[in-house]
């Protein structure tokens, strides 16, 4: 990831232009908050799967990144998401006993707790940033849990962090046109 | 954004530093890279083909160079230097330029550390960053004499791993300012001061943050700023007039500000605790880039019960702790820290004291190492966690 906050600006900045003048500040109507989820490649990832499969409604609000295990989703992804203009992060892996690699569920929650202390630290409010654990036949725990995230942030409003680093968005909106 | 963005701006940019650094005055001695503490076990860098490469402006080469990012800015090459060159400012330039083309250094700990210091420059953020202040440490909301902590707050959370315990140096030195009688006022929303972004080129929001740091201390009403970490003191004492002008307050370390209570008899250490023998490590930014050499052992002869004992290399020989600003950390780093744990145990002290978080933290890492044990552990702690637990 460059971490010159102009870096990754050519892809996103059509896209937040597009769509990101209609979302109002501050939970007000037509706000569509923009979501980072990193989801665990055995459980989470396939659950996400399965709601699509089966046509499970839930909001689109989020860019879910496949990764290998939610343990290594260390507080440094998630506060760069934030530094990005997310309005919320979720990280979401294993239920500790189905781990694939049986420690890495035990990891996830460790790191996770420094993240959320980091965040708490910040100022920001905790509801921004969510672990869960959701294994691959819970397809519509993902549908709850994404309908209740996405619902907070609404009611949050935009990010207090959006616009740090020289006001650069560089997240796509989630329902802009760009879906590539 | 004000600075320079075009190619012509950043030649400009290099140029400037080049003149001002003295770097065209090098006669390729070699005596940087000799005594480079990079250069001792990384063969691929030296302060001089650095050096010569940017004189040379062959910037499309520089981008893609690591080495860019490998100075540890510690300035041990400069105090050798015969021709006098400020390797520190050109390094400072280069990495400036390199940005803008796109070249980044390696950021440790997955770029945690600045990530959140981007994100401080956010004018929305209100930070909950004092939960540790108890109600043994006075301290104000408004008044002429500011501690400015610095990240320990957040370096508690991010490298408990290490066991490091940066935080207690600053309770300490809270403790320590009302023994002698202060105070202090701390800024709810202090923000980074900077220095990482300053010294990996990203100028721009340096600026930022230096901007409403500097806006809150004027609006508390600072006439006197003290420190407790020297990048934060080098960073404020001469960064911020350099980029902004004449400060409204003075600028102060924290050992300064002990030494000089010492010395005035305001601040006494009757507490007891158990005899000692410490060993000190010069921060970089402290020693060599602030010339500050005497202070902290004045306040480590003061202490009861503690010998103080040097290590071969002290003072301007000092060796750095392996990392600067949190990038580029590499197995290089750890025989740094080896190197230097083993001659702080030959010194024959039982602890190690720093004044510097960031020695605390890179420190206690090394001595996580699985395979040295016992040759490299000893105890490790933060001057003002020290000299607090020694008061009355």
């Known amino acids: 990831m460059p971490s010159e906050p102009g870096g990754t600006k050519t892809k996103a900045s059509g896209a937040t232009k597009t769509k990101a003048s209609g979302a109002k500040q501050g939970g007000e109507e037509g706000f569509e908050p923009r979501v980072v989820a990193f989801a665990c490649n055995w459980c989470s990832y396939p659950a996400a799967d399965a709601a699509g499969i089966n046509k499970m409604q839930y909001p689109p609000n989020a860019r879910i990144i496949r990764v290998m295990c939610a343990g290594r989703i260390h507080p440094a992804f998630v506060l760069r998401a934030l530094e990005l203009g997310a309005d919320g992060v979720l990280v979401s892996g294993c239920h500790f006993a189905d781990c694939h690699y049986l420690f890495g569920a035990k990891r996830a929650a460790e790191q996770f707790e420094k993240t959320a202390e980091l965040v708490r630290l910040l100022g920001v409010e905790k509801e921004r940033v969510r672990f869960e654990q959701i294994s691959a036949a819970e397809a519509p725990k993902f549908v709850k849990v994404m309908n209740e995230f996405v619902g907070d942030l609404k009611r949050l409003g935009r990010s207090p962090l959006a616009g740090a680093a020289n006001g650069e968005l560089t997240i796509p909106d989630a329902v802009g046109e760009d879906r590539t | ?392």
């Open chain 2, 1 to 392: 954004m004000t600075m320079a963005s075009s190619e012509v701006e950043l030649a400009e940019l290099l140029a400037d530093a080049i003149k001002r650094s003295r770097a065209r005055f090098c006669y390729e001695c070699g005596k940087c890279t000799g005594v480079c503490p990079v250069a001792r076990y990384d063969r691929s860098f030296s302060p001089r083909s650095l050096l010569v490469r940017a004189v040379r402006g062959e910037n499309e080469k520089l981008v893609g160079d690591v080495n860019v990012w490998s100075c540890l800015t510690c300035k041990l090459c400069d105090t050798r230097c015969p021709a006098l060159i400020d390797y520190g400012m050109l390094t400072k330039a280069v990495r400036t330029v390199v940005r803008r083309q796109g070249g980044e250094g390696t950021c440790t700990h997955g770029g945690a550390v600045q990530s959140l210091t981007r994100i401080m420059t956010s004018p929305k953020l209100k930070q909950d960053r004092l939960g540790w202040v108890d109600d043994t440490m006075k301290v104000r909301r408004k008044g002429d004499t500011v501690l400015f902590v610095g990240c320990t707050p957040y370096f508690d959370v991010l490298f408990s791993e290490t066991g490091s315990n940066t935080l207690a140096g600053s309770k300490g030195a809270i403790r320590l300012l009302n023994a002698a009688g202060v105070e202090p006022v701390l800024l709810p929303n202090e923000r980074c001061c900077g220095h990482d972004l300053l010294w990996s080129g990203d100028i721009e929001n340096f600026k930022m943050l230096a901007r409403q740091n500097l806006e809150s201390l004027e609006a508390v009403g600072a006439e006197r700023v003290i420190v407790a970490c020297p990048e934060g003191y080098m960073t404020l004492k001469v960064d911020y007039p350099a980029h902004f002008g004449k400060l409204s307050f003075e600028v102060v370390h924290l050992t300064e500000f002990l030494a000089e209570s010492i010395e005035s008899g305001a601040l006494k250490f009757d507490g007891g605790g158990d005899s000692t023998v410490v060993t000190f490590q010069d921060p970089c930014r402290l020693g060599r880039h602030m010339g500050i050499y005497d202070a902290p052992r004045t306040v480590l002869e003061a202490l009861p019960g503690v010998e103080f004992a040097e290590m071969r290399r002290s003072r301007e020989r000092a060796a750095c702790c392996g990392v600067g600003g949190w990038t580029n950390c590499t197995s290089f780093s750890k025989m740094i820290q080896a190197d230097r744990l083993r001659e702080a145990k030959a010194s024959g002290a039982d602890t190690l004291v720093t004044a510097c978080p960031k020695c605390e933290i890179h420190l206690k890492c090394a001595m996580n190492d699985p395979v040295l044990k016992d040759e490299v552990r000893l105890e490790i702690t933060d001057l003002a966690a020290l000299a607090a637990s020694r008061l009355v």
